[in-house]
């Protein structure tokens, strides 16, 4: 039996053609005006509760955050608090054993019928590599051929792991995850991502500087490097 091609995921004449789970997900959503923070069972489990067995507050959200990532958590929610931003971020965090994981968390604003924001909702994706070995294989079967037969897909790819910080294999999960949520191809999203390009603010001026030498000097770091 031939592999479904992974960028053929979404709907195809009324069906839809599963590749893999691309991450643990789980929702949320935050209401700024009582700053109520409400969680979706997988994500209670991520942090090691049952489903409704605390009250999830800012406390105890922050409580659970890598010291290393705790301040950083802590003052995007008083920015989002503060501008009504979404709270949107990648960070670490250790559940109720200890162990560590490391999510994405992406969101957007959620308004009121005056177009004021009066919350932020969105998903929490688990990085951390808890995914069976034949779901690991297929994976990587899958993004092996994207590789070699859908560069928009790279593209994409190379997208999300420049905005969100993370690598290869975590962003092909994250255009997965989408496409499963939306019931659209993965082809279709990655090209979708890389067409609204265009709507996403230019880089300042000394960022764009910097990438430039970047540009233009990087033979010689490759020629220090092949001869050390």
């Known amino acids: ?112 019928d005056d177009g004021e924001p009066v919350g932020t909702a969105g998903y929490y994706l688990d990085l951390t590599e808890t995914v069976d070995a034949v779901a690991e294989a297929a994976a990587t079967e899958a993004i092996g051929g994207v590789v070699a037969a859908r560069a928009v897909i790279e593209q994409a790819k190379g997208v999300l792991m420049r905005m969100y910080g993370i690598d290869a294999e975590q962003a092909f999960k994250v255009l997965v995850w989408r496409s499963q949520e939306t019931n659209v191809k993965l082809r279709d999203i990655a090209a979708c991502v890389i067409a609204d390009l265009k709507l996403i603010p230019r880089p300042p001026v000394q960022t ?3 990438f430039d030498h970047l540009l233009l000097t990087c033979h010689k770091r490759i020629t220090s490097t092949t001869e050390a």
Request: charged share 25%.
């Open 1 to 112: 039996m031939t592999s479904p091609d992974p960028t053929e995921s979404g709907p195809d004449e009324g069906s839809r053609t599963v590749v893999t789970r691309p991450a643990s997900v789980g929702s949320f959503t935050f209401w700024f005006a009582n700053q109520r923070w409400e969680w979706s069972a997988e994500v209670y489990r991520m942090h090691g509760y049952a489903p409704g067995q605390i009250v999830p507050t800012t406390e105890l959200l922050l409580s659970h955050k890598h010291p290393e990532d705790r301040d950083l958590v802590a003052e995007l929610i008083e920015r989002t608090l503060a501008q009504g931003e979404p709270f949107s971020s990648r960070h670490r965090f250790l559940d109720t054993s200890g162990r560590v994981h490391t999510v994405m968390v992406i969101a957007d604003q959620v308004l009121d």
């Open 208 to 210: 764009v500087t910097a």
